[in-house]
């Protein structure tokens, strides 16, 4: 009994890990990275500075799934609801 739980709990890290690994690719589908990058500044700020500035927010996430889905501070975003939202939890791990 013990194994099958740890099997099951290894199966279900793996696939959250997949989804995680996932992002960068997500990111440059949504066209995100024409203007962002992890590490630098480019047209727009880097994942890890909007990461660093959003830090200890408990409405972080969904603040920032709220600006892309508007349109409004941000050019409009290519990926659907839970693609967004996906990319904003992977953003603000870093």
């Known amino acids: ?14 696939t959250a890990a997949g989804a995680v690994n996932a992002s960068p690719e997500l990111a440059k589908k ?9 590490a630098e500044q480019k047209v727009g700020p880097a994942y890890k500075d909007i990461a660093a500035k959003n830090k200890g927010k408990a409405d972080a996430a969904a603040t920032l799934v709220a600006k892309l889905k508007e349109g409004k501070e941000h050019p409009a975003v290519k990926a659907n609801d839970d693609e967004t939202k996906k990319l904003v939890k992977w953003i603000l791990a870093m």
Do not use: R
């Open 30 to 38: 949504s066209g995100c990275t024409m203007c962002h990058a992890a």
């Open 1 to 14: 009994m013990k194994t099958m739980i740890i099997a099951g709990l290894v199966a279900v890290g793996l």
